[in-house]
């Protein structure tokens, strides 16, 4: 999935992003270009450094992995609303 133009994950949307995370049991991992990080890490998804137009590759393992993904592709996608 791509960040949209004009989008960082910066604190807000970090914020939001990693709280839509947390509500999963599944390990979720966000990687942008080389970095990786747990998608219920704060500190970790603003290390990431990710701006608009970033391509973020989103993995998850666990019972509910294909709901976390479809819901973190939602909030990603609702932060141009």
């Known amino acids: 999935m791509r960040l949209?133009?004009?989008v960082a994950l910066h604190a807000?949307?970090?914020g939001l992003f990693v709280?839509?995370?947390a509500g999963f049991r599944s390990r979720i991992t966000v990687a942008a270009g080389?970095?990786?990080a747990d998608?219920?890490?704060i500190?970790?998804?603003l290390a990431l450094g990710a701006e608009g137009g970033t391509t973020l590759l989103l993995t998850a393992e666990?019972?509910?992995a294909e709901p976390a993904l479809a819901a973190?592709?939602?909030c990603v996608a609702a932060f141009v609303e």
């Open 4 to 6: 949209p133009d004009g």
């Open 12 to 14: 807000r949307p970090a």
């Open 19 to 21: 709280r839509t995370a």
């Open 34 to 36: 080389e970095k990786r």
């Open 39 to 41: 998608a219920k890490s």
């Open 43 to 45: 500190l970790g998804i």
């Open 62 to 64: 666990g019972d509910d």
């Open 72 to 74: 973190l592709a939602a």
